[in-house]
C-alpha cells in the first residue's frame, strides 16, 4: 500500500503539473506591476515550478520523517540528467559553436533545390533535431532554439508563427534522437536493460523518427512559405547591431573537443562538470569571442528537472502497475498520453522494470513515450531548454501549455502513424 509520503508526492506532481499550464496567467499579473510583481514573476518562470513544488515536498519530508530521511532520500536520486543538461547548454550556446552549426545549416541549405529562405528554415527544423542523435537530445535543442531565436523569432508578433513552430520543434527533437541508443534520455534509461544498441536503434526507431522529423518540417515549412519569402518572418532588418569578426577556426576547434568531451561523458557528472570548468574559464579568457554564457538559464532548467527527479520518484506506485497492464497497443497510446504529464525517461525507465514483457511491448513503451514527448515542457528532458531560450519572443514573455499542446498535436500524429507502421516481431 502506498505510505501518506508517496499520496501527498503525487498531490503535489498533480499541482506542478496544473501550475505549469497556469504560467501565462501568472505572467499577466508581473506585467501589471504591484506589490506583489516579484512573486507573479517568479510563479510565471516556468523552469523554477517543480523545483518550488519539490521544496514543498522535501519540506514537509523533513517535518513528518525527520531530515536524516528526507538526506537518504535525496542521495537515492540519479541528479545526472539536470546537471548534464545544464552543462550541454552552457557550452553548446556559445557563439563558436552557434557558428559551425550555422555554417553547416547553410551548406546543406544551398543543396536544396528551392528558395535559400525555405531552404534554411526546413534545416534549422529538420537537420538539427536529427543531428541530436550524435549531439545529445539537450544539445540539439539548445542550438536549434538559439538558431529560431536569432533569425526567425525577434520580430514581436507573428505568435500563430511562433507556436506552430515550437510545437514541431519539440517534437522533431523528441523523436530525432533515437537514431542512435545514447542520446535520447527516453531510450538511454532503457538501452542496457532491452538489449538495445545504436544498429537495433536506427533499424528499427531510426528511419521512421527521420521520415516523420523531414515531413514535419517539410509541412511546415510550406505552411509557412509566404511569409518566409516576403521577409514578414526572420530577422529583423532594423537590426542595426555592428558586425562581428569571425571566430577563428582554431576557437571553434577548440569549443568542438569541449562539447565532444561533454557528450562523451555523459554518464559521469564529475567528468562532464569538469569539461565545463574547464570551458568558463577558457571562454572568459577569450570573451572577445563570445556571446554571454548561458548561465542562469542551464542552472533554471537544471533546477526544474531536479524537482521533477525529486516529485517523479515516489511516482512509481501508481505509474509501474499502470503500465503492466496495458496490452501493447493501449501502453503506445497511453504512454503517449502519460508522457505529457510526466517525463518520458522516468516513464521508460518504470516500463523496464516490468517483468515478462516482450520486444513489441518494449518498442511500443518506447515509441509512445518519444512520440508525446513533444506535447508539454515536461514531458521531455530538453523541452526546458528550449523553453527557456524561446519565452521571451512570446506575448507576455512566456509560452502558453495550452497553445503548445495544440500546435504539437499534428507533428505528434506524423510520428505516431510512423511509429505504428507494421514491425517485425
Given at each position: 500500500m502506498p505510505n501518506f509520503m508517496e499520496y501527498l508526492a503525487t498531490a503535489l506532481f498533480a499541482i506542478a503539473i496544473v501550475h505549469t499550464f497556469s504560467v501565462p496567467v501568472f505572467a499577466r499579473l508581473a506585467n501589471r506591476g504591484g506589490a506583489h510583481a516579484g512573486l507573479w514573476h517568479l510563479l510565471s518562470e516556468v523552469e523554477a515550478v517543480f523545483g518550488v513544488w519539490a521544496c514543498v515536498l522535501l519540506a514537509v519530508m523533513a517535518l513528518l520523517s525527520g531530515v536524516g530521511e528526507t538526506v537518504t532520500y535525496i542521495d537515492t536520486r540519479n541528479f545526472t540528467e539536470p546537471a548534464f543538461v545544464f552543462a550541454i547548454m552552457v557550452v553548446a550556446a556559445s557563439r563558436p559553436i552557434l557558428e559551425v552549426v550555422g555554417m553547416s545549416v547553410k551548406a546543406l541549405a544551398r543543396m536544396l533545390p528551392i528558395r535559400n529562405e525555405l531552404a534554411m528554415f526546413f534545416m534549422t527544423m529538420a537537420f538539427v533535431p536529427l543531428a541530436g542523435s550524435f549531439i545529445t537530445e539537450p544539445a540539439a535543442m539548445t542550438l536549434a532554439a538559439l538558431l529560431l531565436r536569432d533569425a526567425y523569432f525577434r520580430r514581436p508578433g507573428q505568435a500563430g508563427f511562433k507556436y506552430m513552430t515550437i510545437g514541431v520543434l519539440f517534437v522533431n527533437i523528441s523523436i530525432g534522437g533515437v537514431l542512435t541508443a545514447y542520446a535520447a534520455p527516453p531510450v538511454l534509461m532503457v538501452a542496457q536493460t532491452f538489449g538495445w544498441d545504436t544498429a537495433y536503434m536506427a533499424t528499427?526507431?531510426?528511419?521512421?523518427?527521420?521520415?516523420?522529423?523531414?515531413?514535419?518540417?517539410?509541412?511546415?515549412?510550406?505552411?509557412?512559405?509566404?511569409?518566409?519569402?516576403?521577409?514578414?518572418?526572420?530577422?529583423?532588418?532594423?537590426?542595426?547591431?555592428?558586425?562581428?569578426?569571425?571566430?577563428?577556426?582554431?576557437?571553434?576547434?577548440?569549443?568542438?573537443?569541449?562539447?565532444?568531451?561533454?557528450?562523451?561523458?555523459?554518464?559521469?557528472?564529475?567528468?562532464?562538470?569538469?569539461?565545463?570548468?574547464?570551458?568558463?574559464?577558457?571562454?572568459?579568457?577569450?570573451?572577445?569571442?563570445?556571446?554571454?554564457?548561458?548561465?542562469?538559464?542551464?542552472?533554471?532548467?537544471?533546477?526544474?528537472?531536479?524537482?521533477?527527479?525529486?516529485?517523479?520518484?515516489?511516482?512509481?506506485?501508481?505509474?509501474?502497475?499502470?503500465?503492466?497492464?496495458?496490452?501493447?497497443?493501449?501502453?503506445?497510446?497511453?504512454?503517449?498520453?502519460?508522457?505529457?504529464?510526466?517525463?518520458?525517461?522516468?516513464?521508460?525507465?518504470?516500463?523496464?522494470?516490468?517483468?515478462?514483457?516482450?520486444?513489441?511491448?518494449?518498442?511500443?513503451?518506447?515509441?509512445?513515450?518519444?512520440?508525446?514527448?513533444?506535447?508539454?515542457?515536461?514531458?521531455?528532458?530538453?523541452?526546458?531548454?528550449?523553453?527557456?531560450?524561446?519565452?521571451?519572443?512570446?506575448?507576455?514573455?512566456?509560452?502558453?501549455?495550452?497553445?503548445?499542446?495544440?500546435?504539437?498535436?499534428?507533428?505528434?500524429?506524423?510520428?505516431?502513424?510512423?511509429?505504428?507502421?507494421?514491425?517485425?516481431?
Open positions: 528499427h526507431f531510426g528511419w521512421r523518427a527521420a521520415a516523420a522529423v523531414i515531413i514535419n518540417a517539410a509541412v511546415l515549412t510550406f505552411i509557412c512559405r509566404v511569409h518566409l519569402l516576403d521577409g514578414s518572418i526572420g530577422r529583423d532588418p532594423t537590426d542595426d547591431a555592428p558586425v562581428r569578426a569571425p571566430v577563428p577556426w582554431i576557437v571553434i576547434a577548440i569549443h568542438t573537443i569541449f562539447l565532444v568531451g561533454v557528450v562523451i561523458s555523459a554518464h559521469h557528472p564529475i567528468i562532464f562538470l569538469g569539461f565545463l570548468m574547464l570551458f568558463i574559464g577558457y571562454a572568459h579568457a577569450y570573451k572577445r569571442h563570445q556571446n554571454p554564457l548561458l548561465i542562469r538559464e542551464g542552472l533554471m532548467v537544471g533546477f526544474f528537472l531536479a524537482g521533477l527527479v525529486v516529485l517523479g520518484g515516489l511516482q512509481k506506485w501508481w505509474l509501474q502497475d499502470l503500465l503492466a497492464g496495458l496490452s501493447p497497443t493501449v501502453l503506445y497510446w497511453g504512454a503517449t498520453a502519460l508522457t505529457a504529464v510526466t517525463d518520458n525517461a522516468a516513464l521508460t525507465y518504470l516500463g523496464s522494470l516490468v517483468e515478462g514483457t516482450n520486444e513489441l511491448w518494449r518498442y511500443m513503451l518506447v515509441a509512445g513515450a518519444v512520440t508525446g514527448g513533444g506535447l508539454t515542457v515536461i514531458a521531455n528532458a530538453p523541452n526546458p531548454a528550449g523553453f527557456s531560450i524561446l519565452k521571451g519572443t512570446f506575448p507576455d514573455g512566456a509560452i502558453s501549455p495550452l497553445k503548445l499542446l495544440a500546435s504539437a498535436a499534428v507533428p505528434t500524429l506524423v510520428a505516431a502513424v510512423m511509429f505504428l507502421l507494421p514491425q517485425p516481431f
